[in-house]
């Protein structure tokens, strides 16, 4: 009897998963329902990605979403394998109202800092988005110079669907980016780590010194005293 039940069962379990992502899913686009109630129509969502990288650009992205059209699975990017982020990623794109992603090299990171840079990359990736926003909701960073309003919140991919999409967005766009860079500067495994401060790569600025996409007013790639 048992032996039996359990074909039976699959497709049962497979409804009731699809079911919970659903409800996931609408969970996820809470906030933004709260704003269309509040009378925003088109709602955009705001993040970036590498900021706490030593090396390589730090890169935004603005997704204005489809609200009848939920891409499943769709995250916090850093909850998210490499696969899972590729194929949400394209499914994002196919579905999408607007999408912009914007980069900050690191010599202007250098120049005017991290947080700054991050914002230049969140301005540019909002303000190339056609049609233009109603509102955006951006992942923990405030923004200001739009005639619309931005709304900073805190784990804003967690807690919005909008800005989950644009965490996704963002990391496939830099971890391209990064296999791309890595073809330049093998030495350094920007292929595998994208940049961050792991182990191996504190060993390969150990054994080379930074390149010239090193971030270098960051502690980890140069000691203060060999800073200028």
Sequence with gaps: MSRAAK?????????IELFLEAYRLRLLRGLEEALS???YGLIAGVDEVGRGCLAGPVVAAAVIVDSRCLVPGVDDSKCLTAAERERAAAAIRSSAVAMAVAEVSPQVIDRINILEATRQAMREALSRLRPVPDCAVVDAVSLSGFRFPCFPVVRGDCFSYAVACA???????????MVDLDRSYPQYGFAAHKGYSVPEHLEALAVYGPSPIHRLTFQRVLPREARC
């Design 7 to 15: 074909p039976e069962a699959q497709p049962a379990r497979a409804m």
């Design 37 to 39: 109630r509040c009378g």
């Design 167 to 177: 965490s996704i967005v963002a990391k496939v766009a830099r971890d391209r980016m």
